[in-house]
């Protein structure tokens, strides 16, 4: 795909979804994004398919990757999809709460109709709602007790750690350890993903799962090791110009162990 071209949800599409959330009706967000992505016409390539578990529960996780034309939501339906052809069920995604400074063209779209417009897409697709600010300490509890309760009933979980960025990787709030060793602690292992633009595609690259080291949870720095280990698993299947702040890292451990896949 080239790097300018720009890709827009069909109307179609938006005019089921608006259906859905106008009745109430939930939506299989895996049969929609299998739908999405071919009515588009968004070239993309999916590797590692064979690495999601058929069974269970599973944290995947990616780095957020877009650009002017290509919002990150593309790179998550590629995924979504993905999961859904492989094993028959969604993941479900986290998503913030708010978005600030969004406009329509010229015209800001206010915070308080996008926080509502995100509580209604979480309703169609099952989403978990995350609050954005971090004072929101109990809202935040919530949502983990959500996440938790997710997996414990065999859902997958799917984010994007860095929640901002435009595909180098940017280093994420040390919550992303504690959820994912929170995770671990129930034996829900990771599976890193790496989005990025390859031979005018959107590259899916799928990784093995492992499971972080949940005993270490309550050790000093625990979760900024937990969620540095789950960022240099996204890195190794990113091209190293996409390695942005865990580049030192990444180029330590290639000099250590040799060529990573």
């Given amino acids: 795909m080239s790097k300018t071209a720009s890709y827009r949800l069909p109307y179609r599409y938006i005019g089921k979804f608006l259906i859905a959330m106008a009745l109430g009706r939930e939506r299989e967000v895996g ?3 299998a739908s999405v992505l071919a009515a588009a016409g968004l070239p993309y390539r999916v590797e590692g398919q064979e690495n999601v578990p058929t069974e269970g529960p599973f944290a995947l996780i990616a780095n957020h990757y877009e650009r002017p034309g290509l919002k990150v ?10 999961v859904w052809s492989r094993i028959g069920r969604s993941p479900r995604w986290l998503m913030t ?7 329509l063209g010229f015209i800001p779209v206010p915070v308080a109709l996008l926080r509502w417009l995100f509580r209604r897409l979480a309703d169609v697709y099952r989403l978990i709602i995350v609050p954005r600010a971090t004072e929101r300490a109990m809202g935040r509890a919530a949502a983990l007790r959500a996440i938790l309760q997710a997996a414990h009933e ?5 984010f994007f750690p860095e929640g901002i960025g435009t595909g180098s990787l940017v280093r994420p709030p040390e919550a992303v350890g504690l959820l994912l060793l929170a995770l671990a602690e129930k034996g829900v292992p990771t599976i890193p993903a790496a989005l990025y633009e390859e031979d005018d595609r959107l590259v ?3 990784g093995r799962p492992f499971l972080l080291k949940a005993e270490d949870r309550h050790q000093g720095n625990s979760f900024a090791k937990a969620r540095d280990e789950a960022m240099l698993a996204i890195g190794r ?25």
Avoid: C, N
């Fill in 73 to 82: 939501f593309w790179g998550g339906m590629v995924l979504t999809a993905a």
């Fill in 204 to 206: 899916a690259r799928i």
């Fill in 31 to 33: 049969e929609d994004a």
């Fill in 154 to 158: 065999g859902s997958p979980i799917a």
């Fill in 237 to 261: 299947l990113l091209p190293p110009h996409l390695w942005g702040e865990y580049a030192m890292d990444l180029k330590a451990a290639l000099e250590r162990g040799g060529q990573f896949t």
């Fill in 97 to 103: 709460s708010e978005w600030y400074g969004f406009r």
